[in-house]
């Protein structure tokens, strides 16, 4: 994966030969992982254009070697398969490719990503070793999931790319006269998913030099602009033929950046950069360390796009519930009465509002369950009440929450009593569903689901192992072992604090003699 100062310097001449300009003020500078980019000695302002680079210089299926035999799909697995045989064609030209320049800075051998840990890809033993370690330690975290979500065709993504370069590429490349491998294609493949970018609806999902250079933080210093809505049959920003075969054409009032934009990319600075630094392009301002990992083959030391995920059923699998399609129904229901409270909750410690559109069961880096994982443990806790009773004692459920959050929170004694009283003067009757009980259920549903978590976390026979130890005992080599504690040390992590918060709340209920009623 190292890049040696040689490679950097046939990168930068090919630049120069395809007037692809980089500001002086930045400098690319070989490491053991592959190129950094650097500021100089000057500061460098926000919305300054540091990289210019042509679109005709950028790689896609729409003009390399094989364009024209390649599928276009404009997203998706279809986009990276595409791209990643495009790509491929140009690695096996070798120094013919017009890329050569570029093509020869890019890591080798393939990108070391999850989905390709658990098979004999021509490495050593140790690193096969390492992958299955790896492996075990991952087989119950967010990473597991990602490995293994399926297709449309029922398939595992490393299973697709290997049927693609089975049915397609390999077929179409040996009656190019090519003499591809499989272990070629899946580093094409490994390169695909940690470099691309989509650039617009012509290029689509493309090989990008030099935008590819600038590594990943959340805190970023630059972002690549481009205009997506081009021609999609030539790339034209501007008016066109194929804009009159539509019976339109894009109108523009900026003629100059309409221009210079129907010819170049750019990396353009959003914040200040101070002199001396790394400069920082980010992959996805929401990515996970799980999706970094499986998509990039890194993580960040904090993320705070972390977050723990259920699915309906793996909760169902802890609490009774009746018709599960009647469940969620009603939890779509209490999710949109929470958002209408957001302002309410927004003071808890426990509970955060997830924006996302779709359910979401999760608890994030911060240890706080999303508004969808609570309205559905609410949903459970109240499977008997009429509808009219909801939305009261949803409201009243979310006020003790709150009072009760402030009690362990507050030590002084006064406030401390002035919090009792105002509990004692709830309407605490004895249905089983009075809110108090709720809360209490909620609550303990918490607990039970991240001590379980935690609990089928566990690799066989680790249930005692010090993970900060481990890490640190772990041999140098063992970088994918030490990758995948280092996740399961952040995922158990957050669960210890939801855990811990949950508890605390059942403890100050608990303190001021409140205990759920029998049946509650």
């Given at each position: 994966m190292a890049v040696s100062p040689e490679q950097v310097k046939v990168l930068l001449e090919w630049c120069i030969t395809h007037n692809v300009v980089i500001d002086s003020r930045l400098h690319l500078r070989p490491g053991p992982t592959g190129i950094g980019v650097h500021s100089g000695r000057h500061l460098i302002h926000p919305h300054q254009t540091l990289v210019k680079i042509p679109k005709d210089s950028v790689l896609s299926v729409r003009n390399c070697s094989l364009a024209g035999s390649i599928p276009f799909a404009p997203y998706g697995l279809d986009a990276q398969l595409s791209l990643a045989l495009a790509l491929f064609v140009e690695l096996l030209n070798g120094r013919q490719s017009r890329w050569y320049g570029y093509l020869q800075s890019l890591p080798n051998p393939l990108v070391d990503l999850p989905m390709f840990w658990d098979r004999r890809l021509g490495t050593n033993d140790d690193d096969c070793e390492d992958g299955s370690e790896a492996l075990s330690w991952l087989s119950k975290t967010e990473v597991a999931k990602i490995l293994d979500e399926r297709t449309e065709h029922g398939s595992t993504k490393l299973d697709e790319v290997t049927r693609f370069y089975d049915q397609f590429a390999e077929p179409l490349l040996v009656r190019s006269r090519y003499s591809p491998?499989?272990?070629?294609?899946?580093?094409?493949?490994?390169?695909?998913?940690?470099?691309?970018?989509?650039?617009?609806?012509?290029?689509?999902?493309?090989?990008?030099?030099?935008?590819?250079?600038?590594?990943?933080?959340?805190?970023?210093?630059?972002?690549?602009?481009?205009?997506?809505?081009?021609?999609?049959?030539?790339?034209?920003?501007?008016?066109?033929?194929?804009?009159?075969?539509?019976?339109?054409?894009?109108?523009?009032?900026?003629?100059?950046?309409?221009?210079?934009?129907?010819?170049f990319y750019e990396m353009v600075s959003n914040t200040a950069i101070p002199p001396h630094t790394e400069v920082y392009n980010t992959y996805g301002e929401e990515l996970t360390n799980a999706q970094l990992l499986t998509q990039y083959g890194f993580i960040l030391d904090v993320d705070e796009n972390d977050r723990l995920s259920w699915s309906l059923d793996a909760v169902l699998q802890f609490f009774p519930s009746g018709d599960a399609e009647h469940l969620m129904e009603k939890t779509r229901r209490i999710s949109s009465l929470l958002s209408e409270e957001a302002s309410t909750y927004a003071q808890s410690d426990l509970t955060y509002h997830d924006p996302t559109k779709n359910i979401t069961f999760c608890i994030n880096d911060e240890g706080k369950v999303s508004h969808q994982l609570w309205a559905l443990l609410f949903s459970l806790a109240t499977q008997s009440l009429c509808e009219t009773q909801i939305h009261e004692t949803l409201r009243s459920t979310l006020d003790f929450q709150l009072d009760l959050e402030d009690l362990e929170h507050d030590d002084d004694e006064t406030e401390s009593d002035g919090i009792a009283n105002n509990l004692?003067?709830?309407?605490?009757?004895?249905?089983?569903?009075?809110?108090?009980?709720?809360?209490?259920?909620?609550?303990?549903?918490?607990?039970?689901?991240?001590?379980?978590?935690?609990?089928?976390?566990?690799?066989?026979?680790?249930?005692?192992?010090?993970?900060?130890?481990?890490?640190?005992?772990?041999?140098?080599?063992?970088?994918?072992?030490?990758?995948?504690?280092?996740?399961?040390?952040?995922?158990?992590?957050?669960?210890?604090?939801?855990?811990?918060?949950?508890?605390?709340?059942?403890?100050?209920?608990?303190?001021?003699?409140?205990?759920?009623?029998?049946?509650g």
């Open positions: 491998t499989l272990m070629g294609f899946y580093r094409a493949f490994s390169l695909v998913s940690s470099r691309a970018f989509l650039v617009d609806a012509y290029h689509g999902l493309s090989m990008v030099p030099i935008a590819d250079a600038f590594n990943h933080v959340i805190e970023h210093h630059v972002h690549l602009e481009s205009d997506y809505g081009v021609c999609p049959e030539c790339g034209s920003l501007q008016e066109c033929p194929h804009d009159r075969e539509d019976g339109g054409a894009r109108e523009s009032t900026d003629v100059e950046h309409d221009r210079d934009h129907d010819l004692d003067q709830q309407d605490l009757n004895d249905d089983q569903h009075a809110p108090l009980d709720v809360l209490l259920s909620v609550a303990r549903s918490v607990v039970v689901l991240c001590t379980a978590r935690k609990r089928n976390s566990e690799k066989q026979g680790s249930a005692a192992t010090d993970l900060n130890a481990l890490i640190e005992e772990l041999p140098e080599g063992r970088t994918r072992t030490r990758l995948a504690v280092s996740i399961l040390l952040s995922e158990r992590s957050i669960l210890d604090c939801c855990e811990a918060g949950w508890t605390a709340l059942l403890n100050s209920a608990g303190r001021l003699g409140y205990n759920s009623r029998p049946g």
